[in-house]
């Protein structure tokens, strides 16, 4: 066998044929020109783009070697294995406990509403002094849009505030404002939903 680098090709005659059934007859030592010269093409623009050095004889990249390490230190890959799964189910845990509310067994428990009306008593609603924020990545806020528009509630009652999904400039959740596209709280002046809170 002979290679070139990163490809091995075995050319004996009984499993390399002279030539290739389709393929107009063109042999062999054709195709491997064609292979080796696109080889070396390839390897003249890696070379290129790193500053004309070779990396051909150069030591493969590892990374930090992790899998290397744990063989030897913690006794082999199913221990790394299993501290990276607890690791990644405890920093889940922690991000849906500091999200939402939940019970020992992870059931949802949902705050006891600070506003209250007394049983019985009806409410009335007034001109201008409503918001209702929404968001187009919410199941609960897509119904709450339904009902406005099926109950028929106009505008100047219940006004919509539309949210966006943007968690990298939300302080918490994934809900924000941005003045600068037309997406501003009128209630509160607030930046993200956390601080409607």
Known sequence: ?????????????????????????RSAATHLAALTTGVAAVQRLRRARRGGKSTLNAEPDRGFRILEWASSAMGGQKSLVKVARWGSRE?????????????????????????????????????????????????????????????????NLVARVQMLDEPERASRGGWAFDPARGVSDPVFDAADLREVY
Request: with cysteine; aromatic share 8%; net charge positive.
């Open 1 to 25: 066998p002979f290679s070139v680098p990163n490809i091995s090709v075995f050319a004996t005659s009984s499993k390399f044929p002279s030539t290739f059934d389709g393929d107009k007859g």
């Open 91 to 155: 920093a889940w845990r922690t991000m849906v406990k500091e999200l939402a509310p939940q019970s020992p067994s992870g059931d949802y428990l949902r705050p006891a509403s600070q506003l209250k009306a007394e049983t019985g008593s009806k409410l009335t609603l007034i001109d201008g002094g409503h918001a209702v924020y929404v968001g187009n990545t919410c199941p609960w806020c897509h119904r709450i849009q339904l009902a406005l528009v099926l109950r028929r509630v106009p505008e």
